[in-house]
């Protein structure tokens, strides 16, 4: 038994109330008085002759109120009263903000997602907002607008202008001037990914948040070996059926080729960056599923990018339309640009290349060759099978160069209290340690007669004697 005055005589809180009971209100017991309530009690004075401590705080004697949170500061009392609210006493939790729970904001170092996403859902950040692609597409739109005034001036100046359906290969002024007008787009595709978004330029490139370089050179070998060899090819059928006088190159062909290998890779990266690194992004975004966004966004893309090449037929659209196909298709299996941007690489720089060594007689032969229908429906399909070989070479070779196709998360959802769907701004968060990959799941094992000892009574063991640290473990007893 416990209480009070246990050792020193006081009585304590009795257990039945027996008749004629009076509580202990200060002084000997054989002198109580009467009892009044806790709230109107005169100050408490001990027995000189038995307890000598400070008074009971139990239900029978403890104060109207009790102090709590950190103690006040020394000087006056608080205007409140002793036990009230001063001017050091803690303020209790902050209150949410008027407009509901807001989204914490991401430490430094962390990724922006709290699961694993793919790539075309990357936009989806913890603070993701439909209206985040839209002003990011109108501050593209609005960038670009000045950079093609400020081209247009240029060429009224120099008397060059690009050439965007690549009619004229072999002049090394026009084609620089071309790829220059779309490399412009690199630039203006990250700035739209830091400004609307808040994330890094980085995401636009992989899930990694980075261009992962190491991808680059597997991906043009098995680009030579497949959509190289079918461009190749398209131009000797080309030259062999048609006739076309071949004049070999002509003085600017090393111009030509300088700039072709310094500047077309980046030509080509710039509209990935476009079309695959931005706009399929926010396409998969808006819908927020990962295979109908992949397929929507992959069909929208292609057939914008095929109209962007302003093709004179229907067959060079078509052939267009397809390699945008397969530029999106690459892009999902592999998590990240490298694989496209290297696709359309090579069959750029093919192309130019051949056209600058046959002379200015042989026209870009990347879709029909406009000699008769036969031989342009052959040439589209035999690139179309390429680009099939291509991506088909590139699913498969995901076990050996193993491309990550899931961006790193930290769930900081899993410290919010039950109920909420953020995190209090200024909540405390300790970043793991890098790198930053999802938490592996707990596993436990499941059931195994061997590693408990049986119920009372025969019968399964209970579930909450089963694994290696369960009671019993090593015989009965």
């Not at 009076?22 to 109107?40: D, I, K, L, T």
């Not at 607008?145 to 240029?154: E, F, K, M, R, S």
């Not at 200024?426 to 059931?447: L, N, S």
């Amino acid at each position: 038994m416990s209480g009070p005055g246990r050792g020193s005589g006081l009585p304590g809180p009795p257990a039945g109330r027996p008749e004629g009971w009076q509580p202990w209100s200060g002084g000997s017991a054989a002198g109580a008085g009467p009892w009044s309530p806790p709230g109107q009690q005169t100050s408490w004075q001990p027995d000189p002759g038995h307890y000598t401590g400070p008074p009971p705080t139990g239900r029978y004697g403890a104060p109207p109120a009790v102090p709590y949170g950190p103690p006040a500061p020394y000087g006056p009392p608080a205007p409140y009263g002793a036990y009230g609210p001063g001017p050091g006493a803690w303020p209790g939790p902050a209150p949410w903000p008027a407009g509901g729970p807001v989204p914490p904001t991401t430490p430094p170092g962390a990724p922006p997602h709290d699961l694993p996403q793919p790539y075309l859902l990357l936009m989806r950040a913890r603070d993701w907002a439909w209206w985040r692609p839209v002003l990011g597409l109108l501050l593209f739109g609005v960038l670009y607008l000045v950079a093609v005034v400020v081209l247009i001036v240029v060429a009224a100046v120099t008397g060059v202008a690009p050439d965007l359906a690549l009619d004229d290969l072999t002049d090394p002024v026009v084609l620089l001037v071309t790829n220059a007008s779309l490399v412009v787009a690199i630039p203006i595709v990250w700035l739209c990914w830091v400004v609307p978004h808040g994330l890094g330029i980085g995401w636009s490139s992989s899930v990694l948040g980075r261009l992962r370089w190491r991808l680059l050179w597997p991906y043009t070998l098995r680009a030579l070996l497949t959509l190289g060899l079918a461009v190749g090819l398209t131009v000797v059928l080309a030259v062999v059926t048609s006739g076309v006088a071949v004049t070999g190159p002509d003085s600017s062909f090393l111009w030509v080729l300088l700039v072709v290998l310094l500047t077309t890779p980046l030509q080509a990266a710039a509209e990935e960056y476009v079309f695959r690194g931005y706009l399929s992004q926010a396409i998969a975004g808006w819908i927020g599923r990962p295979v109908a966004g992949a397929v929507v966004s992959g069909v929208v893309t292609a057939a914008l990018f095929s109209l962007a090449h302003l093709p004179p037929d229907f067959l060079t659209f078509l052939d267009r339309f397809a390699i945008g196909l397969a530029f999106s298709a690459v892009v999902w299996l592999t998590g990240g640009l490298e694989a496209a941007i290297v696709l359309h690489a090579v069959n750029n720089v093919v192309i130019f290349v051949l056209v600058g060594l046959l002379g200015d007689e042989v026209l870009a032969i990347d879709a029909s060759s406009g000699t008769s229908p036969l031989l342009d429906w052959a040439t589209v399909l035999l690139g179309i099978l390429a680009m099939v070989a291509f991506v088909c070479w590139v699913a498969r070779s995901r076990g050996r160069l193993r491309p990550e196709v899931l961006s790193p998360a930290v769930d900081l959802r899993s410290a919010l209290p039950q109920g909420a769907l953020w995190a209090a701004p200024g909540a405390a968060w300790t970043p793991p340690a890098p790198p930053w990959v999802p938490p592996a799941p707990r596993w436990v094992p499941p059931p195994d007669d061997r590693w408990a000892r049986p119920a009372a009574g025969g019968g399964h063991p209970r579930p909450d004697q089963h694994g290696p640290t369960a009671p019993g473990v090593g015989g009965g007893g």
